[in-house]
């Protein structure tokens, strides 16, 4: 089974900072995807950036980026340059391959910026 | 390149009443997918489905059922509704199912069960 776990409590940063969202995941599967969605109080999940398993280097889309660190199981996002729109909820999520598969979702991080 | 759209936004129902939520997934994406998000419990998944067969089902009762249509819209169905099935129900839509696709999202479903 997959797991996402997703820890910190409510996340504050200042405008124009960066910040870090940690996540870690289990599987015993060699093979899967990561990825982080953001959920604004609208309600709508917006995907972010992916990373495979098998994916040599790090992510980075715009201002975000994914430190992968395979040995530690830990896909953390960076958000450089933090703006006011960037406050929402963020989801770490996971996908293996397979018949029953599905992408797994942690239980998320209040990320709120401050002007 | 229109989003997932699903509809209704918002919707108030009765204990034991039935329900359907519809979606409409990203134009040329065959794989659709919902789930249940709760404050209590999270994002749970619900259903996947890629051209018009259901691919996979999570935790759920017999309650809960879906389908999708020849055109990849799909809807989702609760019957004899229950206090506890009040939360936002999204819907997913994805090119293909695979575990590098990702999945894109509608707003969402509110739906409030009294």
């Known amino acids: 089974a997959q797991k996402i776990t997703q820890t910190q409590p409510g996340m504050f940063v200042q405008e124009k900072e960066a910040v870090t969202l940690d996540c870690t995941y289990d599987t015993s599967d060699p093979s899967y995807g990561l990825f982080w969605y953001k959920q604004p109080s609208s309600g709508e999940m917006i995907f972010l950036i992916y990373?495979?398993?098998?994916?040599?280097q790090n992510a980075t889309e715009g201002r975000y980026s994914l430190n992968f660190q395979k040995a530690r199981k830990s896909a953390n996002l960076v958000i450089s340059a933090s703006q006011l729109g960037d406050s929402a909820m963020y989801f770490c999520a996971m996908r293996v391959p397979g018949a029953n598969s599905k992408l797994t979702f942690g239980k998320g991080i209040t990320l709120s910026v401050r002007p | 390149k229109a989003g997932v759209t699903q509809t209704p936004r918002y919707l108030i129902k009765t204990r034991g009443q039935q329900v359907t939520l519809s979606c409409s997934p990203i134009s040329g994406h065959r794989s659709v997918s919902w789930y249940q998000q709760t404050p209590g419990q999270g994002l749970q998944f619900l259903f996947e489905y890629f051209s018009e067969t259901q691919r996979n089902k999570g935790n759920f009762p017999g309650r809960f059922s879906g389908r999708q249509f020849s055109n990849s819209r799909s809807e989702m169905n609760v019957s004899t509704l229950e206090l506890g099935d009040s939360a936002l129900y999204l819907c997913?839509?994805?090119?293909?199912?695979?575990?590098?696709?990702?999945?894109?999202f509608g707003n969402g479903t509110r739906l409030t069960v009294t």
């Open positions: 997913a839509s994805s090119l293909v199912v695979h575990s590098s696709s990702p999945l894109h």
């Open positions: 990373q495979g398993s098998y994916d040599q």
